[in-house]
């Protein structure tokens, strides 16, 4: 997963550190910082094997770096100049496979490509996902051993429909049908992706977007799970209709599903914090209020994150106004398999006079319960960004946050996580792609 640190996030000042025990990571710390490749942080992702990728942004296009579990790294070709990679993951056999559109049309034409370097490859095989997208941007998420699956938005020709769509792609380059998520008529957006081990899967999209012609103005969450022979069931509206009406657009969506086929999905909307979870594809969905945050707000990207047994943890980015500017606090709440969403704790604040919000990304290890957060924060001594960091797992809290070893003047970050540590990835002040791992238990 990867942040990107611009102009238009806020200036903020260091964060404030709550009373937070200190975890079984704290016999753990991130290792010293080590160049990967000159160049700009393009993405950071791993797959379930333990392999890292870490896309670097050259002058002659992105490239991939690649670690495989014990191994150096190496490096593949790079991608055509001027190709921005929206997204990137890697499947269970190591392969990897990166997505861009061409631009931010809002008509048809817009192409969404990808690339894709089978294991042991050097060469990015091209291929175009789509040409009828309207919305710049795509995503893509791993598919079982071999596959992938990309989402995007498309508008048919002589339609003013627009489709959330996901399509399977599997390293060897064939593809799988596109799967019309959306109902005609209802422009979502970008679909979030996971499935299992047994072939089961669950999307899910926010809305609505439109390119200028809004079918429906109220905001809603859906919906769909596929069964583990690859058929997909009609999607569900999970809000409005599971919960009152807050009429206020937010919502970002996330995802997660175990190997038994429970699937949640994870949003916000206004003040309150909402989880929808079924127990078995079929089922109905039971719907939970996580929190009601009252004349405070939810702002940028909720974060969901789940291990293959159940175990989760979500996180907001709460921001509250004031008279000297806003306190912005990361607050987390854990459900551990089978149970509801209960208060976490908060993993970080800053309450000084400032605006803006924490960019946090999370990742969780494979099977173990062990779950990591990272953050950017501004440092008013050092008037630079610094990325921090921390840690817990199920049984444990927060670790004290920690600044990532010489992660000063960063200008973008990442974070993803293996079977053994998790990974840190940014660019520094001399123009550097720079990675440090934290060895999780």
Known sequence: ??????????????????????????????????MIANGGQAFTTSGPDGTEVVGVSTSTGVMAAIRRPGGAWTFSQPLPTGVLVQGAAVNGNGDVMAVWSDGDSKTNGTTVSAGY??????????????????????????????????????????????????????AAGATGSAIQLSPAGECGNLPKFRSNSAGQAVAGWAGPWSPGIYKSYLPFIRAAQRASDGSWGASTVLYPSLSFQYYRYGGITVVGITTTGDMTVVWYEGPYAFAATQSAAGTKWVLQTIANYGTAGINGESVFTMDAAGNGIAIFNVVTASGAGSTMS??????RAGSTFASGGTVASDSCGCAGGLTPVMVVKPNGGSFV??????????????????????????????????????????????AKEAITTWTDARGRVVASTLALP
């Open 1 to 34: 997963m990867t942040k990107k640190v611009t102009n238009s996030l806020a200036v903020f000042c260091a964060v404030a550190l709550m009373g937070l025990s200190i975890s079984a990571f704290a016999a753990s710390s991130w290792s010293a910082p080590a």
């Open 117 to 170: 370097l089978t294991t042991g490859s050097t060469t990015w095989t091209l291929v175009t996902v789509a040409q009828t997208a309207i919305k710049a941007g795509a995503t893509v998420a791993s598919d079982g051993a071999q596959g992938f699956a990309v989402g995007y938005v498309t508008l048919p020709a002589g339609t003013t429909d627009c489709i959330t769509t996901l399509q399977g792609w599997n």
């Open 330 to 335: 990361l607050r987390s709440y854990v459900r």
């Open 373 to 418: 957060i990272d953050w950017v924060t501004w440092n008013a001594q050092k008037l630079n960004y610094n990325v921090k960091s921390s840690s817990r797992t199920m049984t444990t809290a927060w670790s004290v946050p920690v600044i990532v070893p010489s992660t000063t003047g960063v200008l973008g970050y990442g974070l993803a996580v293996g």
